[in-house]
Structure formats: C-alpha cells, structure tokens
C-alpha cells in the first residue's frame, strides 16, 4: 500500500487548505488512516484520524486542531483529505497521511504506512 499525500502551499491566517492523501495498492481497506505533522525542529505530532477503516465509524482530532480540521474521505477515489480553516502560524509544518492497523491509534510508533509529506505554510 502506498500513500500520496498533496495540496500543501502558502496560505495567510485564517485562510483554509485541503491537503489530499491517495491509497493505493494491495488491501488499503486493512488500514486505519490519520494525519501527522511535523513542524521546523519539533517532533511529529498526530492531528487527526478514522476510528474505522472503509467501512464506518468516528473521527478523532488532536485538541489543538478541534473545530477547525475535518477529516473526510471520499471510498470511490481511495482518497482521504483534511480539510483546514481558519489556519494560524503555528500549523505550520510538514503533513503527513499515514496508516496503522490499530483503529483510531493517536500513537506514532503504532503507524507503519507513511507518505511523502505535503509542506503548509501559513504566513501571519
């Protein structure tokens, strides 16, 4: 299974992005899957991710992201995205999809399907 993640850019605060994630390959349904981020000179940190596969279930978000991320998914296109409002300096960073197999895990080290990553900059 690979993941292609798009749709980063520049954008000012309070502006919105939608950042894009392609699964493909063997069995992508095996996978439960959720979005990191890395900003300049901090560790990885989880943003969001389904509490189900491709079948249905719930959303979970980081407390930082709550009322302003959704996550969504579209099963015809294998697609998954992250919708992003009102977006502040601080969401700067390097997103990531990435897959685990451990439904609706919030643990980085429980992931073990990543993508390449897609840079947001948001300028104040």
């Known amino acids: 299974v690979q993941l292609q993640a798009s749709g980063g850019g520049l954008v000012q605060t309070g502006g919105s992005l939608r950042l894009s994630c392609v699964v493909s390959?063997?069995?992508?349904?095996?996978?439960?899957m959720g979005w990191f981020r890395q900003a300049p000179g901090k560790e990885r940190e989880f943003v969001a991710v389904?509490?189900?596969?491709?079948?249905?279930?719930?959303?979970s978000y980081a407390d930082f992201v709550k009322g302003r991320f959704t996550m969504s998914r579209d099963n015809a296109k294998n697609t998954v995205y992250l919708q992003m409002n009102s977006l502040k300096p601080e969401d700067t960073a390097v997103y990531y999809c990435?897959?685990?197999?451990?439904?609706?895990?919030?643990?980085?080290?429980?992931?073990?399907?990543w993508g390449q990553g897609t840079l947001v900059t948001v300028s104040s």
């Open positions: 390959g063997r069995s992508p349904s095996t996978y439960y």
């Open positions: 389904f509490t189900w596969s491709w079948s249905g279930g719930s959303t």
């Open positions: 990435a897959g685990t197999r451990r439904a609706g895990s919030t643990s980085i080290n429980e992931y073990d399907l």
